[in-house]
């Protein structure tokens, strides 16, 4: 019965959280908007971006979530409006970042965005919680910390990926992210 439980709960947690992976078999809903960048997570002067998953929104619905590749590129689709990054996990730990800290806003449906070149310097607060063998990756469960977040608006690198995966004609308008104070 125990096992049915845990099967039961894997099933419904992993169901939950959507990843807004973009390949190039998908279409967009009249809804959604594409954005592009590259990401960085370093934690005391080392890089800690490959395997790192980046959570974004919070809603009862669960969340969208990006997988991060070692070089950090993203090509994700987002529902249009206004959106933040709420958790950052790695291999080595997570943050929780407060609600509104890591913003972006997509407004326009079918549009594809540049958000930027972002360096999230976890400084030291990556925290692992231990509950026997397994981690636990729920936000609920860790204070809310700021990191320092640097954007810099250097798209070539994404830009490139995107053209060659999408093709050259796809116009990508800015739409940087912004850290509130």
Do not use: W
């Amino acid at each position: 019965m125990k096992n049915y439980i845990l099967l039961c709960f894997v099933v419904v947690f992993f169901a939950s959280c959507k990843t807004g992976k973009l390949s190039t078999k998908d279409t967009l809903s009249q809804s959604e908007t594409v954005i592009i960048g590259e990401i960085k997570i370093m934690n005391d002067d080392k890089d800690v971006t490959k395997n790192a998953k980046i959570y974004f929104d919070e809603n009862i619905k669960g969340t969208l979530s990006y997988k991060l590749l070692e070089d950090g590129l993203i090509i994700m689709k987002l529902p249009q409006g206004n959106h933040f990054i709420k958790y950052i996990y790695t291999p080595y730990g997570s943050v929780n970042l407060p609600i509104g800290y890591a913003n972006l806003s997509v407004p326009d449906a079918g549009k594809s965005y540049y958000i930027g070149t972002i360096v999230i310097d976890a400084e030291k607060k990556l925290r692992k919680k231990s509950r026997g063998i397994i981690y636990d990756t729920d936000p609920k469960g860790l204070k809310e910390e700021k990191v320092q977040i640097t954007i810099s608006d250097t798209p070539e690198k994404a830009l490139k990926t995107y053209h060659d995966m999408f093709g050259a004609d796809k116009k990508v308008e800015n739409a940087l992210m912004t850290v509130s104070p």
